[in-house]
């Protein structure tokens, strides 16, 4: 096959990751990267808490290799590879990290972690990160992610959070280390060749689906390593024969993924969760809690509910109450979220405990849940999300949420975001203090004036 003429799609996006300067951010996109660096930070320490990343830790150990970068939330070190897959997971497994809706992504849960494990492994060996390269690298690295994610035309097939999650990672790195173009180009290229992530454990709710998301983070790194060794990838990784769109995603828009380059900063469309579900369920608990509060509803007072919601809200989070519903499935599960919103009145780290799973009343309410399709035609649409509510005396209750809470058309206020990362660290990190979480808190909020990144990445 002839070479094409003409730079690759991946060199195009080699060469503006490597040109780009921590200057060349508006400031606008500078605070909300340092805003969702604190929410990833404080999702990944609340993932610490839980069986399946305390048992990812001692694996990890138990494969070796130097004490190079911290497991957040736990007084260890591991190597980067492992620091950034124990951490990623840790991100990911209670469903609280930011989302980017327009691309279907979580678009720091790979970046970040990857990004803070080298250049913390680096500063070992006497390489010093400024904040404001860490904001830069950590930015081009969501642009690339979530540039891929809205150029796709079709709809959801692959898991998008760890397809394009490892090629924002790349991204990021090779900006850290000072990589040129076409080392960068040859890092995504090898990259593709790790690339991995499917929705099988999506539909099952397995927990697999928190360690696919730790499987780029590693990927990442290796595939950064290689290419400084001397390695080389394939040119035509996106737009090729055999390339991400046509193989992983079913099509996608090449000109619009190159045309919409930081116009905005992707980073500027980042949500905030609000509850530690999937997204796609936002909708409907906000709908329900919006109901639940405005008319003073009591949950033994309902009869019925039904959600409409867009097609792909329908195949992601319709499941069913079922006997023996782990954890991961019951965080996508919007009967389940909606019976939490009805009971208590809140939806937060709290709702999927041992407790609400042996209780068979709040099953009962989750099966009042119906799921319908509406007439949504955008295959990656989350909203809008209409809940109706029938009380036993008949009265019906109805509301329609357009915006996702959380969103940049409805963001959490500044004291929101600080307590939602205090819950997090609360609930998942050893020996914290007071001190240590206000301590992060301060350094992320003046990221950009650190002349070196060690004292933050230090305290995780």
């Known amino acids: ?17 490597s040109r780009c300067r921590p200057g060349d951010l508006p400031s606008r996109a500078v605070d909300a990267t340092k805003t969702f660096i604190l929410d990833t930070i404080g999702v990944g320490l609340a993932g610490a808490g839980t069986p399946e990343s305390r048992s ?55 970046v970040l972690p ?38 796709t035309t079709t709809a959801l097939r692959f898991f998008r959070p760890c397809t394009n999650g490892l090629w924002g990672a790349v991204a990021a790195l090779a900006r850290l280390r000072g990589m040129s173009p076409a080392m960068t180009a040859h890092a995504l290229g090898i990259a593709y ?21 730790a499987f780029s983070a590693r990927s990442a790194l290796t595939s950064v390593d290689l290419t400084e060794a001397g390695h080389a990838g394939p040119r035509q990784v996106i737009e090729g024969e055999f390339g991400f769109y046509g193989l992983i995603e079913a099509a996608g828009d090449t000109d619009r993924l190159l045309d919409e380059w ?23 608990i906000d709908g329900t809690l919006r109901l639940r509060r405005h008319h003073d509803l009591r949950a033994d007072e309902v009869e019925s509910v039904v959600v409409h919601v867009p097609p792909m809200i329908k195949h992601l989070c ?4 079922v006997a023996d519903a782990t954890p991961n499935y019951l965080r996508l599960c919007i009967p389940y979220q909606i019976a939490g919103a009805l009971v208590d009145g809140f939806v937060d780290l709290t709702t999927v405990r041992q407790e609400r799973l042996a ?6 309410h989750a099966a009042k849940v119906k799921i319908a399709v509406n007439d949504t035609t955008d295959p990656n649409a989350f909203s809008p999300q209409t809940v109706t509510i029938t009380l036993k005396d008949g009265t019906t209750r109805s509301l329609t949420v357009t915006e996702l809470p959380g969103s940049p058309e409805t963001p959490l206020s500044p004291a929101e975001r600080v307590s939602k990362f205090e819950s997090c660290v609360g609930y998942g990190a050893e020996g914290w203090d007071s001190d240590r979480t206000e301590r992060v808190i301060e350094l992320v909020e003046r990221l950009e004036d650190l002349e070196d990144v060690t004292e933050l990445t230090d305290l995780l």
Request: aromatic share 4%; hydrophobic share 40%; glycine share 10%.
């Open 262 to 284: 930081t116009r905005p900063w992707r980073v500027t469309q980042i949500s905030h969760k609000p509850f530690p579900s999937g997204r796609a369920t936002h909708s409907a």
């Open 359 to 364: 209780d068979p009343t709040f099953g009962d």
């Open 193 to 213: 060749g790790q690339l991995s992530g499917t929705m099988q454990p999506h539909s099952e709710g397995s927990a697999l689906l928190a360690l696919q998301m």
């Open 318 to 321: 319709s499941r069913p109450m």
């Open 114 to 151: 990857a990004a803070v494990a080298d250049v913390q492994a680096r500063s070992r060996h006497g390489e010093s990160t400024s904040g404001e390269e860490l904001i830069t690298g950590v930015a081009l690295g969501v642009e690339v992610a979530a540039g891929l994610g809205t150029a």
């Open 1 to 17: 096959m002839a070479e094409p003429s003409g730079p690759s799609v991946s060199e195009i996006l080699a060469e503006r990751v």
């Open 56 to 110: 990812l830790v001692e694996t990890a150990r138990g494969w070796g290799g130097p004490a190079d970068a911290s497991v957040w939330g736990r007084n260890l070190s591991l190597p980067a590879w492992g620091a950034a897959m124990v951490n990623s997971h840790q991100a990911h497994c209670l469903e609280f990290d930011c989302v980017h809706e327009p691309a279907v992504i979580h678009p720091m849960t790979v």
